[in-house]
């Protein structure tokens, strides 16, 4: 049975550093098909029918850059069978923003929280435990770097992609969810199962570009203005905040700052 694992993360999150650790010198370069973005694939070391895909660096599945049309096409379309996605574990709430929307795609994911030797010194902690309850993902604890936890982060990555369980643990506010659940209603003929909260998401976003991606597009309009009445604010931006106040309760359960190596004052 030959893998198909997709890295996804952050520009800066170490991800070119992961893909080496795992890749050695195992690695084709060429470009995504029709755009000057570069591809990266490569066999993970050890396991000739297990392809790492290197996705572009990005923030978000939103449609505003390329990069980030190019990694969610290519999740929507080639249904890699696990993702990988490496966050910053200095800099883990900014990254929990992509990680929220990798997670609807109804791909397993396996989280792998870098920079742990930068985290060890400063004191910092994250409890893996919570995040993976509040994620409702694998997550493991690396250092792309200095190549601590990189196996493990690709062991659990394979075998998840055998025994893929996937549950969504979370859900944003009662209104936005019944949206999402009408929305999907009228997709369910079209989109499978799994990929149904994406679809649903970004239509009532208005993420024109998505539509690209479906054989019939429906009329969400009336979905769309009652959410807008209800929350007085634009589709677009009413779920941009859920998902911040998700991600500030996941990041409360889970993270405690230490003050090692910080200016204190007195
Ligand atoms: C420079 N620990 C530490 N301490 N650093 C890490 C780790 C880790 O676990 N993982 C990655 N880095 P990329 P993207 C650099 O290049 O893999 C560092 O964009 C420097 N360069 O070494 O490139 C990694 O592919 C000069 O740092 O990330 C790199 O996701 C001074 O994080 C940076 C200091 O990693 C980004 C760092 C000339």
Known sequence: MSI?????GNPNSGKTTLFNGLTGSNQFVGNW?????EKKEGKLKGHKDVTITDLPGIYSLSPYTLEE???RNYLINEKPDVILNIVDGTNIERNLYLSTQ?????I???MAVNMIDIMEKSGDKISIKNLKESLGCEVVEISALKGKGIKEAANKAVELAKKPNHEMVHKFDKKVEDAIEK??????FDIPKEQQRFFAIKLLERDDKIKEQMKTV???ENEIKQLEDAFDDDTESIITNERYTYISSVIGKCVSKGNKGELTTS
């Open 102 to 106: 990798l997670i609807e795609l109804g």
């Open 4 to 8: 198909k694992i997709a890295l996804a």
């Open 69 to 71: 049309v190019v990694a």
């Open 183 to 188: 929305v999907e209603e009228k997709i369910a």
């Open 108 to 110: 397993p994911v396996v």
């Open 218 to 220: 429906p009329d969400v």
């Open 33 to 37: 098909p029709g755009v000057t973005v």
